[in-house]
């Protein structure tokens, strides 16, 4: 049982890396639910803090969502692209958890992943007040996903 944020951040995002990569083996990948994938490790690196790692979910998460929409053309190169990313977060996830990288050695790598796919996802950006009608167009586009 994890006994702290690390381990459990390791153990869930090790987790949707598993599924990640899972879904993107199949001959003809379900892109809604990559998108959905990467919206859960973008939200666990989240809360363990783990900015960087959660960016580099949301270029993946980017790049499922323009693959839905068919903005994106899906093939080979694409493919063996997002799955080395995945390796790659893998490995700076495991490197965080054993504490074999320090915490900056592990964002530059995914924010090199990032990068790589396009560049992060629109990050989170500061809500407006609650009393302005952007407020509940961000909460919609927060809970929209």
Do not use: H, I, N, Y
Request: with cysteine; glycine share 6%.
């Amino acid at each position: 049982m994890p006994q702290t944020l690390m381990e459990f951040f390791a153990l869930e995002a090790t987790e949707c890396l598993d599924k990640l990569e899972d879904a993107l083996r199949t001959p003809t990948p379900d892109f809604d639910r990559v998108r959905r994938l990467a919206r859960a490790l973008r939200g666990a690196a989240r809360m363990a803090d783990q900015e960087a790692v959660a960016e580099a979910a949301g270029a993946v998460q980017a790049v499922a969502q323009a693959l839905a929409e068919g903005t994106r053309r899906w093939d080979a190169d694409l493919s063996a692209t997002l799955l080395r990313a995945l390796d790659d977060l893998r490995a700076a996830v495991r490197g965080l958890a054993a504490g074999e990288l320090r915490p900056d050695e592990a964002a530059a790598r995914a924010r090199d992943v990032a990068e790589r796919l396009g560049g992060p996802a629109p990050g989170r950006s500061a809500p407006p007040p609650p009393d302005e009608p952007a407020f509940l167009r961000f909460l919609a586009t927060e809970l929209r996903g």
